[in-house]
């Protein structure tokens, strides 16, 4: 037991308050190891990960960035003939894997995650088969499934599922065969962030146009990925003019420049799959991170440490006073100073080994709430040893660090000057703590600030006006059958007198990724994104026409087509009213109108050319997700089962609780999930370093007002009252919180100016956020100090003179 | 100039009740410098914090010239000793975190004395006790007859009426005893009431008049022959 629990019972509150604050800070240094662990190697460990590369193209929607939405033609054709790749094909893994149920017997739903490969795809990521066979697997209800997921679901080879899914062709339960079942892949990976996987087949395999592929090759061992994408070019002209029936060798010289140029524009970009996870300027398939967060996380678990070890070396240097005379006592009789060292280091270890054995505690809380969320690697302890010894080998060797410091100071003093007790007279060690003390507030500061700030932003971007009507808007996806009977949906919906008007799109309205599509204008490529909508969608999102005419009920009558544009692609194009764009089909699609900007991806994005169409009489599927505007006061959930209900009547085939019918802000808030984790996670932290920075204080002021309290009897017979005496205590604290903010200031300011460069719709540098920070920390900092003061200065003096 | 009636003390605990004053009645004039004698224990430190103002009586009466103080609260008491009562103690109690001339300015500071009339009457006590060239040091620094003329300057620098002293040469060799006792008679000659608890009957003789404590109570109250 450390000599500072039993030597002093005024010492007992602060050791015991330390410890508490170190355990915090160690399992926070845990829980952000694990997660920056997972950030680094996420993707390392598949099979051959050094070897695996995303296939990507310029994006032709923004500048300097690069996509992997591939085309299949070009993509399976390169593969084909370049002998630098090993094993080639297309797959969805990572972040756009959907999610899917598998409906039992009894009616539960199990959820999945759903993946999908071509057979080169699958053999990328070589896939161990432990049950059933390759052969089987062809086509799209064909799946292979995980070990842990059949084992789960309780499936096997031959099994036939029933499989709900919601994707571009609505909601839909089909029969899922299961025909092999591979062995569980690496937890931290993309290759885990489904549960089974379709074979795509020959699906898109002849379409030109069709950029939505993702494509991964594995290339032969010692090969340079920029001799394979320098190879590739001339395989994609070759493959570009068979598509366009060019005859390469029949172009003249310009054609056959421009012809180039083209060309050369989507030129083949490899992305190691392991450097896929922090791409910048790069669209990849799988689940990204952003370096900045991981850093900025790992600096908040550094700040919180070193909050913690402030703390601690507080405490040894506050205590020194009151062991000065017990050190110095035992040298005079013969100790010697390595032996006093040592016993002050090895008393330090103990208490980081308790604060160590409470941390553990902390993160098992921590793995059994819902904050575990918050964190993508798995916590549990037996999965992450490497860190497990990380954190106990840096807690170790900074508590002897921490202690070192002080033992060496202590034991450093004249012993005849040590036993006269004139220590605190020399001011060094007072302040010495006071720096540290301030260090632990700039911390804190800054951590709020950036706290508050990225809450700001959320807040801003689930608020902003979007440049439509969001308000009291409901969204469902639902099935082919009623999409392709729209007119019948329409008229049973807008018989309930909660709803105020109907209307419909093709999949989510707002989405960072959605179909692209690449045109001919005036001989230009022009490209946007596209979003098939009923004649009416302008009009109930209240977006306005700014030029020609709003969509009308004729156009869903229309053979080819029809387009409004966005004003970013009027202006980026210069497109006019009369000119002839493709379609949907092969024919030019009308031009309706254009409309106004609005925002159709989320805000860390500018508004970039959009199309908002109307497929007319043959289109390529019916527009499924419905949009409902409900009427004020609209009882919202009555009004969702009712919804349900009438979709259930409509489609009988599924069941009304299959219908996911969800307030549009909750769709949009699901958009900025990232921020707010990353809000929530930066929240928890700053919380944690408060309260142990204020734990200090806490254990300081406690301290400090223990071992002044002849000074504050003194001062309290010679007059003082009550509130000066505070006020003598306050005022150096102020002073401190003072002297942190303004070096937290800058700080703070350049670390919030680099997060929010990262969002092209952005809050500013709110000064109140500023103010709020100190006055926050000011407020805190003296009520604790007023707290913890009052009753040693309320104490009789006469009393306190006599007992010191 | 201060006068007490009847006054009792008594120290309750949760198994024990001390009676440490019993009945305790005397009157102190302007001006006289009476010494508090007595064996350990008998009340001497408690009548002189009750005489301090930094403790209540249980009972009884206490005049501090025509006001009674006796029953004051806290904040009341407080704002009574500044200026009126100095305060001298055995064992000096000094800041340590303050040096000599901070040490003394602290009552001055309390008084919400303008700076320059504080510099004005440090420098001017110091002087008196032969310590300006001690200003700076910081009280460890002091021998402890050096220390105790500290506690005497910040005790008289707000000409106090009154001056109350709990054993101020208890913790000093003769030498230095002899000098304290020297600057208390001065002071006393130039006006300044004087109430000294001490046990060493040679100081008490220096003293006008000796009040005998025992038990809690006045057991002789003589005038000294001086």
């Known amino acids: 037991m450390p000599r500072l629990f039993k030597s002093n019972k005024k010492t007992l509150v602060p050791s015991v308050l330390n410890i508490i604050g170190l355990a915090a800070a160690f399992a926070a240094l845990y829980v952000i190891l694990v997660q920056v662990h997972h950030d680094f190697t996420y993707n390392k460990s598949i099979k051959d990960s050094d070897r695996i590369y995303c296939m990507m193209v310029k994006d032709q929607f923004s500048d300097n960035n690069y996509s992997c939405w591939m085309n299949r033609p070009i993509s399976e054709a390169i593969i084909a003939s370049s002998p630098e790749v090993e094993s080639g094909g297309c797959g969805y893994i990572g972040d756009n894997c959907p999610s899917a149920d598998i409906v039992m017997e009894d009616g539960r739903h199990i959820e999945v995650r759903i993946g999908a490969f071509s057979n080169g795809g699958k053999d990328v990521f070589g896939f161990k088969l432990v049950a059933g066979s390759w052969d089987n697997w062809i086509d799209g209800n064909t799946y292979a499934i995980s070990e842990s997921a059949a084992k789960r679901i309780g499936v096997g080879v031959g099994d036939v599922a029933k499989l709900r899914r919601e994707d571009w062709r609505g909601l839909h339960i089909d029969d899922a065969y299961i025909v092999a079942i591979y062995e569980d892949v690496p937890s931290q990976s993309d290759l885990a962030s489904f549960d089974m996987f379709y074979n795509i087949g020959k699906d898109g395999l002849e379409n ?38 060019l005859d ?12 180039d140029n083209m060309v050369e524009q989507f030129k083949l970009h490899l992305m190691k799959l392991t450097d896929a996870y922090f791409a910048v300027n790069a669209n990849v398939p799988g689940k ?77 809380l921590f793995c059994r709430s819902s904050l575990a969320s918050l964190i993508d690697a798995p916590l549990q302890f037996d999965q992450n040893w490497g860190i497990v010894l990380l954190t106990i080998g840096s807690a170790l060797l900074v508590s002897v660090a921490a202690s070192l410091y002080p033992a060496i100071v202590a034991t450093a003093v004249n012993p005849a000057f040590a036993l006269k007790g004139t220590f ?35 807040k801003f971007m689930l608020s902003r006006d ?71 969608f302008l009009d109930f999102m209240g977006i306005d026409i700014v030029e020609g005419r709003n969509f009308l009920p004729a156009d869903e009558q229309s053979e080819n087509g029809v387009y409004i544009l966005n004003q970013t692609a009027q202006k980026m194009y210069d497109i006019h009213l009369d000119d002839q764009i493709q379609g949907h089909t092969n024919s030019p699609a009308e031009i309706a109108g254009f409309c106004s900007d609005f925002n159709f991806s989320s805000l860390r994005d500018k508004v970039g050319p959009f199309a908002l169409y109307v497929f007319g009489k043959k289109p390529w599927r019916p527009c499924m997700t419905l949009f409902v505007r409900t009427v004020p006061g609209a009882d919202v ?67 400090e007002t223990e071992r002044r309290r002849k000074e504050i009897s003194i001062r309290r017979v010679h007059g003082a009252t009550v509130q000066q005496i505070l006020t003598m205590f306050n005022t150096r604290f102020v002073w401190i919180v003072i002297v942190s903010f303004v070096i937290a200031l800058p700080v703070s300011i350049i670390v919030m100016h680099r997060y929010l460069e990262g969002f092209a719709y952005r809050v500013p540098l709110y000064c109140w956020v500023f103010a709020i920070a100190l006055l926050g920390v000011l407020a805190v900092t003296v009520t604790v100090v007023t707290l913890r003061s009052l009753s040693a200065v309320k104490s009789n003096p006469a009393k306190v003179l006599k007992s010191e | ?160 009426k009154l001056i109350l002293a709990d054993e101020p040469t208890g913790n000093l060799d003769s030498k230095n005893g002899r000098e304290v006792m020297s600057l208390l008679t001065e002071l006393n000659a130039e006006g300044t009431t004087i109430v000294m608890v001490t046990h060493s009957p040679k100081d008490a003789a220096i003293a006008q008049r000796t009040i005998d404590l025992f038990d809690g109570q006045i057991v002789n109250d003589l005038k000294n022959e001086l």
């Open chain 1, 466 to 536: 979007l440049g439509f009507d969001k308000e009291q808007l409901l969204t469902a996806m639902t099935s082919p059958k009623i999409g392709f009977n729209r007119a019948d949906a329409e008229i049973r919906l807008r018989a309930n007198p909660a709803i105020k008007d109907v209307a419909w799109g093709d999949g989510p309205f707002v989405i960072d990724q959605r179909m692209g599509w690449g045109r001919k204008l005036r001989n230009e490529d022009v490209h946007w994104q596209c979003y098939p909508v009923s004649w009416n």
């Open chain 1, 288 to 364: 990204t991170g952003n370096r900045t967060t991981t850093m900025t996380l790992l600096a908040i678990a550094m700040a919180v440490l070193i909050i913690a070890f402030i703390n601690y070396i507080n405490f040894f240097f506050a205590m020194m006073p009151l062991r000065l005379r017990s050190i110095n006592t035992r040298k005079v009789l013969g100790s010697s100073r390595f032996q006093l060292i040592m016993s002050m280091v090895v008393e330090s270890v103990v208490m980081n080994v308790i604060a160590l054995a409470f941390a553990l505690l902390i993160v098992t």
């Open chain 1, 208 to 245: 030109f146009s069709q950029w939505s592929y993702h494509y991964f090759v594995k290339l032969h061992e010692g090969t340079d990925p920029t001799d394979f994408e320098d190879a590739s070019l001339p395989i994609m002209k070759d493959v570009w003019a068979r598509s366009n029936n």
């Open chain 1, 637 to 703: 959930p009555a009004l969702i089962e009712q919804i349900r209900n009438t979709l259930h009547e409509l489609d009988p085939s599924i069941p009304s609780d299959d219908f996911d019918v969800q307030l549009f802000d909750q769709t949009l808030q699901s958009q900025y999930q990232k921020e707010q984790n990353l809000s929530q996670l930066i929240t928890l932290f700053t919380a944690l370093a408060i309260i142990i920075s204020l734990m200090g204080v806490f254990g300081l002021v406690m301290f």
């Open chain 1, 424 to 458: 605190g007279t020399a001011g060094k060690g007072n302040l010495f703590r006071t720096g540290l003390i301030g260090l632990q507030f700039t911390v804190s500061i800054v951590l709020i600030i950036c706290a508050i700030f990225i809450h700001q932003q959320r």
């Open chain 1, 248 to 259: 390469l060798s029949s172009l003249d010289k310009s054609d056959k420049e421009t012809f």
């Open chain 2, 1 to 160: 100039m201060l006068k007490v009636e009847n006054l009792q003390k008594i120290f309750r605990t949760e198994e024990i009740e001390t009676i440490a004053l019993n009945g305790v009645s005397f009157e102190i004039k302007d001006g006289e410098f009476v010494a508090i004698m007595g064996p350990s224990g008998c009340g001497k430190s408690t009548l002189l914090n009750i005489l301090g103002l930094l403790d209540n009586p249980t009972a009884g009466h206490y005049w501090f010239g025509d006001t009674e103080v006796g029953g004051l609260k806290e904040r009341d008491r407080t704002r009574f000793r500044k200026g009126n009562i100095g305060f001298i103690f055995q064992s000096f109690n000094l800041i340590d975190e303050l040096n000599v001339y901070e040490n003394v300015e602290l009552p001055l500071k309390y008084l919400n004395m303008g700076a320059r009339e504080r510099k004005e009457r440090v420098t001017a006590i110091l002087k008196r006790m032969n310590i300006s060239h001690r200003a700076q040091h910081f009280p460890q620094q002091l021998s402890g007859g050096q220390q105790q003329r500290v506690a005497i300057a910040r005790a008289c620098v707000c000409r106090p």
